[in-house]
DNA sequence: GCCAACGTTGGC
DNA sequence: GCCAACGTTGGC
């Protein structure tokens, strides 16, 4: 059988709910709350264990990169669309079909935060889904092009 | 708090 | 299937 390749992801979070530091007390954690079609297709249909993270803070007073996680589970539906505490319930989703799709992510490592200005200033990122004006995509794909750049040029040490 | 951008909903 | 209204995201 053929190695996939891996695959490359950026996913925003924010910090006031799940930050980078949360997510390293966790160890992993399931990406719940996903409640867009396209960004529930990524997790459904194109990532698979082992692909690569960038951690985003997103809506906060820094946004920007702030870790490096990895995908370290098959898709498999998200419980809070079930739950009637929960902030994500919907009602709609059927029990037997259910709407929602997430995927586990585990910590690799915190960086120093990579803000925005850092993103848009560097060459070769600028083509970058996150940059884009009015994105609001919360799961994007990174080219295995920007995530050396990003890995290699914007995060000292390793 | 503002507001641009964009996804979703629902009437027709 | 159109499209206006509405809600949400998210940087600033």
Not at 93 to 98: A, G, I, L
Not at 103 to 126: C, N, Q, Y
Request: glycine share 6%; with cysteine.
């Amino acid at each position: 059988m053929a190695k996939q390749e891996q695959q490359f992801w950026l996913m925003k979070s924010e910090p006031d709910e799940a930050s980078i530091d949360t997510l390293q007390a966790a160890g992993t954690l399931p990406w719940t709350g996903v409640r867009n079609y396209q960004a529930r297709n990524f997790m459904r249909d194109t990532m698979r264990p082992g692909d690569g993270v960038l951690f985003y803070h997103s809506s906060c007073p820094e946004p920007g990169i702030a870790g490096l996680a990895e995908v370290c589970s098959g898709p498999y539906p998200d419980p809070t669309q079930f739950d009637p505490d929960s902030p994500y319930f919907d009602p709609k989703s059927p029990r037997d079909t259910p709407r929602w799709t997430l995927v586990d992510v585990r910590f690799i490592r915190k960086t120093p935060l990579i803000s925005l200005a850092d993103l848009r200033a560097h060459p070769g990122l600028e083509e970058m889904i996150v940059l884009r004006r009015g994105n609001r995509l919360s799961i994007t794909p990174v080219t295995p092009a920007e995530w050396r750049i990003i890995t290699r040029e914007l995060m000292p040490r390793a």
